[in-house]
């Protein structure tokens, strides 16, 4: 759902309304695909373990030092990613 808005956030404001614009205005596009890129590796695991012709058993570690791994705080990440690692 956050890829959708992100893929909009530029042709938003000429669809809705001035009372909404100014709430969506303050949603930092930047912010927006940080958290975007963070969270597509959980997709992307969901996906892959939701596969329902071929087992994904033996996926199941891998993939979750995987998602262990996305959560580590790195130096460059912004302080409301680090903040949300911190939360996950």
């Known amino acids: 759902m956050l890829n959708v808005f992100l893929n909009v956030y530029d042709d938003i404001g ?3 309304n001035s009372g909404y614009i100014d709430y ?13 890129r ?3 590796v959980f997709d992307n695991a969901i996906d892959q373990l939701s ?6 058993m033996h996926q199941v570690l ?3 030092q995987l998602l262990i ?3 580590e705080v790195k130096f460059e990440d912004s302080s409301e990613l680090k ?3 911190f939360f996950l």
């Open 83 to 85: 903040e949300l690692k």
């Open 24 to 36: 969506l205005t303050s949603v930092d596009k930047n912010l927006l695909e940080e958290v975007c």
């Open 51 to 56: 596969a329902e012709e071929r087992p994904t």
């Open 62 to 64: 891998p993939i979750r």
């Open 69 to 71: 791994d996305q959560c």
């Open 38 to 40: 963070f969270l597509i």
């Open 14 to 16: 000429s669809v809705l």
